[in-house]
Every structure is written in structure tokens, then in C-alpha cells.
């Protein structure tokens, strides 16, 4: 005997990056990207705060030294005050010059700068001995009797003060804003966790189950992971029905096969110590009848659990119930016709169509006819037709059928219904059952015009021409 093969380990998914990292970089990118823009913004910020704040130094020591600027026998006079250089003292690290232009151009006092271009209150830049400096140009305007015109005062300052001013502005926004930073990325690291806490209680309540629990999850998780729970439980679901159509196929095949094997076994053992030729051939008579009715009961224990299986495999196409019925007649066991005209088919000139496995609608007809065929009246009569949006498959035999007060637990497996045999009738209006559910559908019993008893597959009609 070869040893069974082991069962394969199981294989983990593909490795990737986690949630947890690919949110930690996507947040790191955020930050250093805002820490750019926050910077080059705190930068040009700086840098204008310090030139307003040294820019109103200049002007107010200009404006200062021109008002001091007079008119002496026709000449312009500069009595300097010494309050327009402790303004510009503020910044002790930075070198000043300044100049006084009388209106012909002349340097009446200061440095030899040059003169700037007639305006008020202009500030533009340029060099100190090779170091940058900030200028601005103001004037005096004199309108006496003997003397007009307008003197000139240009005051200039080095920009080392207003460069480390730009310089602190700067550090000190970029120390704020990496606090901020920090803050920000223990706020993002706890809402991370927070947001993947519902993936995690999922996890430890699919981890803690035993292996026979399949039923729904029920975690509380948000909407966006609302989905993800609803695919897994219909998965689950469908595991749960493919489970116990096994454990039924098991169960049903221990208790239904085992009596009549038995019984053949029994019987065969009869046959084989039998010497009186006519009793040995109605054991065997007996043998054959119950080998076909075990078979036929195989059959259909085999097929209620490929029915279940299909109900979720299967794909659905669109077919025509007159090319199942055509088809279920086809097959069905014809040593239950007695002549010709027991099985006869009432189908319609234009197609009957539907949306469904075309094997399991057979199935069901086949299961339909045989309790027809088996525990009807002849003739039994199959029919499709459309009734107001629905698509209906019937099978109609000339007799009372089931008593109306059975018709509730007509479906169910092996019920005992009057007249009716509970291994065969039961178990097969139980596949036509499944088959009507997995098609959204029904199974409905009646009595025609005639009196006739009436079982009918009634499923969705799908419109149109076929495609």
C-alpha cells in the first residue's frame, strides 16, 4: 500500500509593502514636501520682514538728516544730528554712509556716492566697498525768494543685520514648524494604527475560530471596510453550503444506501442457495428491482449535491426552457413508458427564455418527470410558457397528485406524503426545490382546469432575442 501524501503546508501571499509602511512613506513625503515649501515660504518671509523693519531705519535717519538741511547766505547747510545715526546704531555690526547733494549736484557733505535720480523715498541696492548695502534717496525741497531747488540725502547701510534678522525669522519658523512636525507624525502614527485596528479584530476573529465555524462576521468595522467584510462572509457562505452538502451527501449515503445493499446482499445470498428454479429466478426478478431503485436513488443523491455545488460554480446563460424540456424527455429512464403516448411535450412556437445553468433545469425536469412517470396518472404532459415576467417549466399528469395539505412539506427531503414514496419523491422535489432557489426562483404546485396535478419550475423570463 502507498503511503498517502501529505497534506501541502499552507502557502502564505505574495509579500508587499504593508499598509502600515506604504501610509508611513506617503506621510514622510507629505512632510518633507511641506517642510520645503514651509521653509523656502519662512525664508521669503524673513527676508521681507527684515527689509521693512531696517528700511523704516533708513528713511526716518534720511528724512531726520533732511531736516536738518538748511540755507545759509544761498548755500545749503547740513547741521548733521547725531539722532539720525543712533537709529542706525541699532544695527552696530553694519557700516553707513551717507550724502548730502545740493540741487546742482554738488556733495555738500558725506561720501562720494553717486547721485541717485530725482524721486522721494527711494530705496534701491548696491555696494559698500564690495559689501551689500541698502540705499535710499530722499529730498529737501527749498523754495525761497533767492534760492530753489531741491537737495538731494541719500543714507546707505551694509545688510548684515537685516540678513541675520531674515536668518532668525527663518530658524525660528523652522523650529516651529518641526514641532509641528513631530506632533503631526505621532498623531498620523496613532491614527494609522487606529484606522487598521478593524483589519486587525478582523484577523483575531477569523484566527480564533475553529475550523468548522463559518458563520458571518460580525466585527463593527467602518464603511470602507464594509466591503471586504461582506466578500468574505459571502465566501464564507458559500464554504458553509459546500459543507454541508458533503456532511449531507456523507449522511444521506450512510443511512439511505446502507438498508438496501444490505437487502441486495441478503437477496443475492438467497439467490445463490436457492435449488427451485422458479423461486431462484423471482429472487433475482427482486434483486433487479431493487438494483434500479438503489441506482435511481444514487443518482439523485449524487446529483442534489452537484445541483448545491453548481448553484454557486455554475455560470448562468441564457437559454430556452423548451430546448431543456426537449432534453429532459431525451434522457429520463424510458422503461417507465409504458407505450408512446405516456410522455407527450405541449411546447410553444416562440422560445420560452430564461437566465440559468442549462444542467441543473434538466436535472430538476428529469426529477419531475420521474415522480410523474412513477406516482402519476399517464398521460404526463411536459409544457413550457411565459406567465406575466416569468418563465415557467411544468410537468402535468392526469392524476389528483399530492394531497394540497402536503404540498407545504412536499420539498422536503424524504417527506412522507400520501401515496407517494418518501426515498424517491421527496428527495426529488427537494433537487427540483434547490435548483428553483439557486435560480431565484420557485417551485409551485397546482391543479389545472381538468384537475389535472400540476408541478412547476417557475424562474425569471429574460426579454429579448438571443445573444
Not at 159 to 168: C, F, N, S, V
Not at 359 to 385: D, I, M, Q, W, Y
Request: contains cysteine; proline residues 6%.
Amino acid at each position: 500500500m502507498s503511503a498517502r501524501p501529505a497534506a501541502a503546508p499552507p502557502t502564505d501571499p505574495p509579500r508587499s509593502l504593508s499598509l502600515t509602511a506604504r501610509l508611513a512613506t506617503a506621510l514622510a513625503l507629505l512632510l518633507v514636501v511641506g517642510a520645503a515649501i514651509v521653509a523656502v515660504l519662512a525664508f521669503a518671509y524673513g527676508r521681507s520682514a527684515a527689509q521693512r523693519t531696517y528700511d523704516r531705519l533708513l528713511i526716518g535717519a534720511a528724512r531726520q538728516i533732511a531736516d536738518a538741511t538748511t540755507l545759509g547766505d544761498g548755500r545749503v547747510m547740513v547741521n548733521l544730528p547725531v539722532s539720525a545715526f543712533e537709529l542706525l546704531a541699532l544695527a552696530p555690526e553694519d557700516r553707513v554712509v551717507y550724502a548730502v547733494f545740493a540741487p546742482d549736484g554738488e556733495i555738500v557733505t558725506g561720501y562720494p556716492l553717486p547721485r541717485p535720480a530725482s524721486g522721494a523715498d527711494t530705496f534701491y541696492s548696491a555696494d559698500i566697498t564690495g559689501e551689500p548695502a541698502r540705499f535710499v534717496a530722499t529730498e529737501h525741497i527749498f523754495a525761497e525768494r533767492d534760492f530753489t531747488g531741491a537737495a538731494a540725502i541719500v543714507v546707505g547701510q551694509t545688510t548684515r543685520a537685516r540678513d541675520r534678522l531674515a536668518r532668525e525669522i527663518t530658524e525660528n519658523a523652522l523650529a516651529v514648524m518641526a514641532l509641528a512636525g513631530v506632533l503631526m507624525s505621532a498623531l498620523a502614527a496613532f491614527a494609522v494604527r487606529s484606522a487598521l485596528g478593524p483589519l486587525r479584530r478582523i484577523e483575531a476573529s477569523i484566527a480564533g475560530r475553529p475550523p468548522t465555524d463559518l458563520t458571518p462576521l460580525k466585527t463593527p468595522v467602518p464603511s470602507e471596510i464594509g466591503g471586504l467584510v461582506r466578500t468574505l462572509n459571502r465566501f464564507m457562505e458559500r464554504l458553509r453550503r459546500q459543507d454541508m452538502t458533503t456532511r449531507t451527501l456523507i449522511a444521506d449515503a450512510s443511512h439511505q444506501l446502507r438498508t438496501p445493499i444490505a437487502a441486495l446482499r441478503a437477496q443475492a445470498e438467497l439467490a445463490a442457495e436457492e435449488s427451485d428454479p422458479a423461486r431462484q429466478r423471482a429472487i433475482v426478478a427482486r434483486i433487479h428491482e431493487r438494483s434500479v431503485s438503489l441506482g435511481r436513488l444514487t443518482d439523485q443523491l449524487l446529483n442534489h449535491a452537484l445541483i448545491i455545488h453548481r448553484a454557486d460554480a455554475a455560470p448562468r446563460t441564457r437559454l430556452d426552457l423548451r430546448t431543456v424540456a426537449i432534453q429532459a424527455t431525451d434522457e429520463t429512464d424510458h422503461d417507465l413508458f409504458a407505450s408512446e403516448d405516456v410522455l407527450q411535450l405541449d411546447l410553444p412556437d416562440e422560445p420560452v427564455w430564461c437566465i440559468g445553468d442549462s444542467l441543473s433545469l434538466v436535472e430538476a425536469c428529469k426529477n419531475l418527470l420521474f415522480n410523474a412517470l412513477r406516482h402519476g396518472t399517464p398521460p404526463v404532459t411536459v409544457t413550457a410558457r411565459r406567465e406575466r415576467g416569468w418563465a415557467v417549466l411544468a410537468v402535468e399528469d392526469c392524476g389528483p397528485g399530492l394531497p394540497e395539505e402536503d404540498w407545504a412539506d412536499a420539498t422536503t427531503r424524504y417527506a412522507r406524503s400520501s401515496g407517494v414514496s418518501p426515498t424517491s419523491a421527496g428527495l426529488g422535489l427537494a433537487i427540483v426545490k434547490s435548483v428553483a432557489v439557486a435560480h431565484r426562483g420557485d417551485l409551485r404546485f397546482g391543479r389545472t382546469a381538468k384537475g389535472h396535478f400540476e408541478a412547476a419550475l417557475v424562474l425569471r423570463a429574460a426579454t429579448g432575442a438571443a445573444g
